[in-house]
């Protein structure tokens, strides 16, 4: 199998994930597209930590998840937040600092 | 063709196509459950990349928790109806055409590159959780501890972000 059918997949999902994240107004479908695009660079990582015999990778796979955790709750809080205030998760609504 | 081949384009398929799902449906409920089964055919291929302990994780961390959590807050906000409002047509070919063009420039880019490398489907010890752990608690500790008070302030602020005003 050689490492540029994983390239290739990882970053399918990657530019999929970008087009998610400029295409939609949903602030939560914005962030499962960031969530997409993080596990298309933890694949990429797996795949070399294969190709190169390499336990290390695996462990920043980890900890990618890790802050990813971390990010979830923090972000969703924030969306929460701003549906509270505006009753809407659209992004067009939120811009307010340009005024 | 072998079976391991088989196997990685079925999942290549699988989770190509539910990552579409993702950006495509209308209902964000719908979208969850895509991105669900696109971490189900990620971890289908970590189990193909001898990376076990990985599999377990993405399945149990996110298909588990993150996304449960998604799901909360969609139910929370009553999101699951189909009227959520578009972009304008021009926007979203905009968002199309530089993704598509950040696609094709880093394909022209591997493919100069001449990355010959072969992931051979032999079984190795790497991904296996005793092997992990002994890397992870030997040279890569100190990080481990930083993301302990990462995730203390996570939670904090979470906790802080989400309250209700004093007022």
Redesign the interface.
């Known amino acids: 199998m050689p490492i540029q059918y994983y390239l290739f997949l990882s970053l399918a999902l990657f530019c999929i994930g970008i087009m998610g994240a400029l295409m939609r107004r949903n602030a939560i479908i914005i962030f499962m597209s960031i969530e997409l695009m993080l596990n298309a660079v933890n694949l990429l990582l797996a795949a070399f930590s294969k190709m190169y015999n390499d336990s290390a990778a695996q462990i920043f796979v980890f900890f990618i998840m890790v802050v990813a955790a971390a990010e979830v709750a923090v972000g969703l809080a924030i969306i929460v937040m701003v549906y509270r205030k505006v009753h809407s998760v659209d992004v067009n609504i939120l811009n307010r600092l340009k005024h | 063709m072998d079976i391991?081949?088989i196997i990685?384009w079925i999942l290549?398929v699988m989770?190509?196509g539910c990552?579409?799902g993702?950006?495509l449906s209308r209902n964000?409920v719908n979208?969850?459950i895509f991105?669900i089964l696109?971490?189900f055919a990620?971890s289908g291929?970590?189990l193909l990349?001898?990376?076990q302990?990985?599999a377990i994780?993405?399945i149990i961390?996110?298909a588990g928790?993150?996304m449960v959590?998604?799901l909360f807050?969609?139910m929370?906000?009553n999101?699951n109806a189909d009227t959520?409002?578009?972009?304008s047509w021009l926007?979203?070919l905009?968002?199309?055409v530089?993704?598509?063009t950040?696609?094709l420039v880093?394909?022209a880019a591997?493919s100069k590159a001449n990355?010959l490398?072969?992931?051979n489907?032999e079984t190795?010890n790497?991904?296996l959780i005793k092997?992990?752990g002994q890397?992870?608690f030997k040279?890569?500790v100190l990080?481990f501890e930083i993301?302990s008070v990462?995730?203390l302030?996570?939670?904090i602020?979470?906790?802080v972000?989400?309250k209700k005003d004093m007022e």
Request: hydrophobic residues 60%; glycine residues 8%; charged residues 0%.
């Open positions: 391991l081949q990685f290549t989770a190509i990552a579409l993702v950006v964000p979208s969850v991105l696109t971490f990620i291929h970590y990349l001898n990376a302990f990985l994780v993405n961390v996110y928790a993150i959590l998604f807050v969609i929370l906000m999101l959520e409002p578009q972009k926007v979203q905009a968002g199309v530089s993704g598509g950040l696609f880093i394909i591997i990355l490398g072969v992931i489907t190795t790497i991904g092997v992990l890397v992870l040279q890569y990080p993301s990462l995730f302030s996570a939670m602020g979470a906790i972000i989400g």
